[in-house]
Each structure stands twice: as structure tokens, then as C-alpha cells.
């Protein structure tokens, strides 16, 4: 039977995941391929290091990254390290030794993905990744192959596992935003810098790669609002259950006659809606398709076998097409799902134009006069109210002040909140979210 050689970089949550899948599933991949799947290389930062899992025997375990790229047997590299520079260097190295590359590292592909996929057309092979959105729901692949035919009119998902299982334990067991991180670290889903899960940066990441995908353009980065979940308070959570609401981090784009919306917030959605429901490391991703409708994509956004699931889909995509000669005949990976030819710049729909529902938390002192303040200010600036509520109580000197508005212009909110700011009677800066 044809073996084809993978060699792996990174051998932590992920890089685990994926051998532990290939340990319990060996025959059932050999009966789907009619191949066998076999690590050859695994190179990490410190071979003494204690792991979950033993190699098999003949696997070589090293901190050489030149063994991947130079060693003629190895089809497929497996890109499993994180970060940007040496996982950048490695990719192309492998690209350039003509072997497929599989990653998972979506900073790496927000951030440099134009040029990677550039360097993959020229010399013809795959790169994949799938584990790099959303852990182990399978979006890259429903969004360029199974909805290929569709116009995507919109997107909206939560997207991080992390960020999710924070919101999650805080709203369900009323526990700390710093237990509940930890807790995220040790079941092995926050990034190696967890700043990136709960300041948006991770979700932005994937956004970036999903929307390529999906609209067929390029989103910069650099340009998308981002705004993380380290602002949301026990206080916010248990006033957003009083007005029957779950606060959440999404992501969302949207095509508006050919300008596109997009960010990164955390937002209150109904809590009837599926996306409320979506609990611990899970993810959900809502497309909606101009021929399909909306289709929702619902699983475990985080963690080590569901993220190893999705590597091994595509290590599984290409194998299929390697031959024993070593020759691919009219194997063209499409890396982009268009066809790899390059992206131009979205169209963007500036981020003070774009229409919402408001949350605003401010903390006052309970004096007169203050509730017609800042009905005043939102009056004048066009926002209109849909709910207020003020909860006073005897002895303390600020009270929070509560109001959810109609939909109005993001520019109108962000005025609003500016001049409550400034006022004389605010004890705290204004919390401001979307409702979905
Ligand atoms: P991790 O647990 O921190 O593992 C990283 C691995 O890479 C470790 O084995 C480390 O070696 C090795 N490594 C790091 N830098 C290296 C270098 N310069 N040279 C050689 N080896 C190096 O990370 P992870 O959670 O598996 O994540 C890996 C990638 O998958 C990241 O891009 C991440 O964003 C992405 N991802 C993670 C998840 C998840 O649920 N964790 C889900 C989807 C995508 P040592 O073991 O010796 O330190
Ligand atoms: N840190 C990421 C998360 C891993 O929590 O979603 C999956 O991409």
C-alpha cells in the first residue's frame, strides 16, 4: 500500500490532535484512501518536553525545521506551530521543495495569506486550511466548494472557542472572566497569547479568511473594526438577560450592493435565536446564500481532536491525489476557491455608516436631571429609544442607567456616548454593544 509521509510542525494541542486521530482511526483512513497516512518528522521547540501522546516508533522528533523541507520522502507539511515568522519562512521553504503544506495558523493567513497562496499557484501545490476557521467545523470547504455556486449575501458567526467558553461560564455559572480564561488555557483553546481570543484579534483573523472565501475579495486586516470581550461586565451580561438577550462575540459581513460591512463585536442576540444557544468552545457560522438561503454550521470551535479532525480533512484532500510515482496528473489545487487568481481590494462600507441596534450601560449619579440629559443627547443626535431602565439603590452613589435603542447609524451611538462622557454626572465611561 502507498504511504504517503507527512512531517509536522508544532506537536501541541493541535499537533497532538491530529496523531491521536491517526493512531484510533489508522484502518478506517486506509479503507477511505486506500493509502496509509504516516508521520515521518515532528519537529517542535523542546524534545525533552513531557506530551499526552508517545510517537510511533520511526517517527523522528527534532527541533530542525530543515528536516521538513529537505527530505525528499515527506509529501505533505503540516504546519501546526503558530505565529507569523517562522511559520511563514517554513511554508514557503515547503511550497518551494514542491510539497503540499496544511496549516492551521489563520494569523499567519490573514496576515500574509495573498502572497502564500501567490507562492502556492507557482509552484502548483495545495495549500489548505481548513483547522484555521472555527476549529473543526468544516467552513472553508462548504464556502468553496459546496456553496461555490452561490453569491454569498452575508455571514455572521461566533468564531472563537476561547472567547465563547468565557461568555459562557460567566453567563451560565456566574464565574470570574479570569477563572474561566484559565480554564480555556488548561482545556488547550486560547491562542499561545490569549490577548488574541479576548481582545477579537483571533475572530478577526478567521473573518479575514472568511470572507475571501466567501465575497471573493480581499478585506485588509488593518481595516476591519475590532472590538474584544475584555470590556464585558457580570452587570452587562445580567442586565442583557433581563432584556432577554445573550451577549456573544461575532463576526459579521455583509454585502451591501457590492460594499461590504464587516467586524468584529461583541454583540446581544435574542436568546430564541440558534446563535445564543451556542455554548462552551462551540462556534456556529450563519451564511446566507442568494440560491441556497441561510445554511448554519454548528461544532466545536476549539480543542485538540476537533481542530486535528480538520487538518487531517486536508491532509485526507491531498493525499488522494498523490501517486505512488510521485506524479499528480491533473491535480491544480484551488487554493482560494477562485481558481487562485489574486483578490482585489474590498469595497468597504465605512464602519460609521453601518445601522444597529444599540446597548448603552451608563453609570450616573442618581440625581435629577440626568435621565433627561441623555435623553436629550439622543434625541438630538437622532437615536431613538426603545427601553430604559434605571436601577437605583439606596447608598450607592452611582447607578446604572440602561437603554436599548431603535437602529441607528453607528456615528450617531458613538456621538451619543462621547458627550455622555463628558458630562458632569457620569461616573464611569459608557458601555456600548450591538444588538443583533
Ligand atoms: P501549541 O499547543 O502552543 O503548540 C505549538 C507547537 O509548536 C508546540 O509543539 C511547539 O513546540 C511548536 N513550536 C512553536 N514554535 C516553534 C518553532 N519555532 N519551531 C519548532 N516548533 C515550534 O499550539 P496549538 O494550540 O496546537 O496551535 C497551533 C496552531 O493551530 C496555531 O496556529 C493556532 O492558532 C492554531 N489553532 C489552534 C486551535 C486550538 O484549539 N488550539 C484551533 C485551531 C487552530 P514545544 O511543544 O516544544 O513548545
Ligand atoms: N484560540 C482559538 C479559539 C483556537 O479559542 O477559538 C481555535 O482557532
Avoid at 461566533?158 to 470570574?176: P, R
Avoid at 462552551?280 to 440560491?291: C, P
Avoid at 481532536?305 to 488522494?320: E, F, K
Wanted: glycine content about 10%; charged content about 25%; overall charge negative.
Amino acid at each position: 500500500m502507498q504511504i504517503v509521509k507527512l512531517g509536522l510542525a508544532g506537536f501541541g494541542t493541535v499537533g497532538s490532535g491530529l496523531a491521536k486521530i491517526l493512531a484510533e482511526n489508522g484502518d478506517w483512513l486506509e479503507k477511505r484512501l486506500d493509502k496509509k497516512l504516516e508521520i515521518k518528522t515532528v519537529v517542535v521547540r523542546d524534545t525533552t518536553k513531557q506530551r499526552g501522546i508517545a510517537l510511533t516508533s520511526g517517527t523522528e522528533l527534532t527541533t530542525d525545521l530543515a528536516r521538513l523541507t529537505e527530505d525528499p520522502e515527506i509529501d505533505i507539511v503540516v504546519e501546526l506551530m503558530g505565529g507569523l515568522e517562522a511559520a511563514r519562512d517554513l511554508i514557503e521553504k515547503a511550497l518551494k521543495a514542491g510539497k503540499h503544506v496544511v496549516t492551521a495558523n489563520k494569523h499567519l493567513l490573514a496576515e500574509h495569506g495573498l502572497e502564500l497562496f501567490e507562492l502556492a499557484r507557482q509552484c502548483g501545490k495545495g495549500l489548505y486550511y481548513e483547522a484555521s476557521c472555527a476549529g473543526g467545523i468544516p467552513i472553508v470547504q462548504t464556502l468553496r466548494e459546496s456553496l461555490a455556486g452561490d453569491r454569498v449575501e452575508e455571514m455572521l458567526g461566533i468564531m472563537n472557542g476561547t472567547a465563547n467558553y468565557i461568555l459562557s461560564e460567566m453567563t451560565t455559572k456566574s464565574m470570574d472572566f479570569e477563572t474561566a480564561l484559565q480554564l480555556a488555557k488548561e482545556l488547550g483553546y486560547a491562542e499561545a497569547d490569549p490577548t488574541f481570543d479576548v481582545e477579537g484579534f483571533d475572530t478577526a483573523h478567521k473573518l479575514c479568511v472568511l470572507i475571501r472565501l466567501a465575497f471573493g475579495v480581499d478585506y485588509p486586516l488593518a481595516e476591519l473594526p475590532i472590538q474584544g470581550i475584555s470590556g464585558v461586565t457580570p452587570l452587562d451580561i445580567k442586565f442583557a438577560r433581563e432584556f432577554g438577550y445573550r451577549i456573544k462575540l461575532l463576526a459579521h459581513a455583509k454585502d451591501f450592493e457590492g460594499r461590504l460591512e464587516a467586524g468584529v463585536h461583541p454583540a446581544l442576540v435574542p436568546y430564541t435565536y440558534l446563535l445564543a444557544r451556542v455554548g462552551g468552545n462551540y462556534n456556529a457560522v450563519r451564511v446566507v446564500g442568494n440560491a441556497v438561503g441561510p445554511v448554519m454550521l454548528h461544532g466545536q470551535g476549539a480543542g485538540d481532536t476537533p481542530t486535528g479532525s480538520a487538518v487531517l480533512a486536508d491532509i485526507m484532500n491531498i493525499a488522494r491525489h498523490l501517486h505512488r510515482d510521485g506524479c499528480e496528473k491533473g491535480y491544480a489545487p484551488d487554493n482560494t476557491g477562485f481558481g487562485n487568481k489574486p483578490l482585489a481590494k474590498a469595497k468597504i462600507m465605512p464602519p460609521e455608516d453601518t445601522m444597529s441596534k444599540y446597548y448603552f450601560r451608563f453609570m450616573v449619579a442618581d440625581k435629577t436631571g440626568v435621565m433627561a440629559a441623555v435623553t436629550r443627547s439622543m434625541a438630538d443626535h437622532g437615536v431613538s429609544i426603545a427601553q430604559a431602565v434605571q436601577k437605583s439603590e439606596e447608598g450607592t452613589e452611582a447607578v446604572p442607567l440602561v437603554i436599548i435603542t431603535h437602529s441607528t447609524r453607528a456615528a450617531a451611538a458613538e456621538a451619543v456616548a462621547r458627550e455622555m462622557d463628558a458630562m458632569d454626572f457620569t461616573m464611569e465611561p459608557c458601555v456600548r454593544f450591538r444588538i443583533l
